[in-house]
């Protein structure tokens, strides 16, 4: 390491006596540098104001630039954290057969939690950690933003490393790589793409609760921080359509720009990683990132970088090289992690019955209508986006002409949260005299239907070309087409959709069951409603008794239900078999 240091500051000497040549890339750089630098500022000076009875939300367009950033810093901040979250724990439960017996069990329990299932713990907690500032009120609304992120990027990850290539495993046991050497040259470039595809969908499904995140009552009091979420809730709160659009546009240019200056630059770049040896193939291009290859420097500042990673990572011992030296030390760790997590689980399972036991029966009896009612609304919604997504998803998925023109768009517009929206749907079903109850599951739909429309996609870009070919031959037209090849080929990516558009269903319903618009309290009965109105009164009891009821349906339905479509795809629909 001191090796590695040395050589550092050496190659920065050297730099610095090299002459500068300051363009208009360079000036560009510079200026949103020192922009965000002085944002990031004011988001920090903002978290350590003293907290005063209620943070008053300025409904002014001036105050929507500052608003828009500080919700994009907390989206940012919390994919940060899922993503590493997702490294470790997805990495942990491939590796080790032991943790992946509990681990894989607790993630997909977590995974069916609702936000505000988090938010009670989350916000009390840390609230009374750091009384004398908003910190603790940042890290709740990072962390809730993170539970809606996190799940679908850990079993992304997870999944990817369980599906490497038997092949390829095979060169990598030739080779004799070691532990971290198989993680950075096989497995880490093979996850390469899902991570990416699914961090976007990770971003979206943050953005989706950003209200929720930014702007709640729990126990009659009302937490609300500066940001774009908490300006869209006061504005639908007070009527404003003036606001409202203006919270709108500015949610579009934050994803567009999220989309144009991250996520596209990064979506080409990891086009290198693709391993497919079927299907056509796509072009992706990213004129931000070719124009940074063409005029922006750091040429030599990213050679040197590269050099300096080279000969430091010689020196440094890496976690699996300390592993495999210390192998005794590594599973004391491990007991340790085991048993520290035992311990937590009891303590929360004491806490959770706790609560259960002062739930009268008369409750229970209440509620499981509600089950029913939620779970009728969660099926229209996913059935109603099947309706339309598969065949939207074939038409682009097979041509790649519509693929590189279209997908794009599908990609932005899912990105944008489905509740800024549920003002004008609301406006709409109020005027058409359509009841909540079935309005709801337009608003269930606004935001579930792009999970089936990308897996679709994908599955239709993944269906080979010699087969598509063979089809041809034998003059296999129309619908015949669709369930000899299209069909049974993207049926596995379809059930990963419905999976995933029923679990943001069943979180959806939590606001698309109860809603304020114009002043006015709309409800409809359902779980969602159950779970809402139970956080508004600060009925703890009643709130712990709706969350674990919906945990539990959630994971029956995936046990039982897609658990078992999962098996059906694997077993008579894997194009890898």
Partial sequence: MREALRHAW??????????????????????????????????????????????????????????TFFSLVRGLLAYGLSLGFTLVVGYWAAKDPRAERVLIPALDVLQSIPILGFMPGLVLGLTALFPSSRVGLELAAILLIFTSQVWNLTFSWYHSLRSVPRDLVEVADLYRLS?????????????????????????AGGWFFLMASEAFVLGGRDFRLPGLGAYMSEAVAWGDVRAMG?????????????????????????????????????????????WLRRRAPGRRWRRWVRQWVRRGSGSIRWPSIWVHRHGRWARRLTTGLWVGLGAGLVYGAWGLVGLLRQVPRATWEALLPSVGWTLGRVVLATAAGTAWALPAGLWIGLSPRRVRTLQPVVQVVA?????????????????????LAWGSVVLQLLGTQWYILFNVIAGAMSVPTDLRETVDVYRVRGLRRFWVLYGPSVFPYLVTGWVAAAGGAWNA?????????????????????????????GDFPALTAGIVTMAAVVVALNRLVWRRLYQVAERHFSLQR
């Avoid at 990105?415 to 929206?421: E, V």
């Fill in 415 to 435: 990105s944008f949260p489905a509740p800024m929206l549920f003002p004008a749907v609301l406006w709409g079903l109020t005027e058409l005299a359509i009841p």
């Fill in 509 to 537: 319903s939590i606001i698309a069951e109860y809603v304020i618009f114009r002043g006015q309290r709309l409800t409809t009965p359902g779980l969602g409603a159950w779970i809402s109105e139970a956080a508004e009164r």
């Fill in 10 to 67: 050496d190659s920065t000497r050297v730099l610095m006596r090299r002459p500068c040549r300051l363009d208009g890339a360079s000036l560009l750089i510079m200026v949103s540098l020192v922009g965000l630098l002085l944002g990031l500022i004011e988001f920090a000076r903002e978290s350590f104001v003293i907290p005063r009875a209620g943070v008053v939300i300025d409904l002014s367009p001036w105050a929507l630039p500052k608003y």
């Fill in 246 to 290: 203006l919270a709108v546009l500015a949610m579009v240019v934050m994803i567009v720009a999220l989309d144009q200056f991250l996520w596209r630059p990064v979506v080409v770049w990891a086009q290198k990683f693709r391993v497919e040896e079927t299907g056509a193939a796509v072009e992706v291009r990213s004129w931000f990132l070719e």
């Fill in 179 to 203: 532990g971290w050497q198989r993680l950075r040259w096989l497995e880490l470039p093979f996850a390469a793409m899902g991570l990416v595809w699914n961090s976007m969908m990770s971003m």
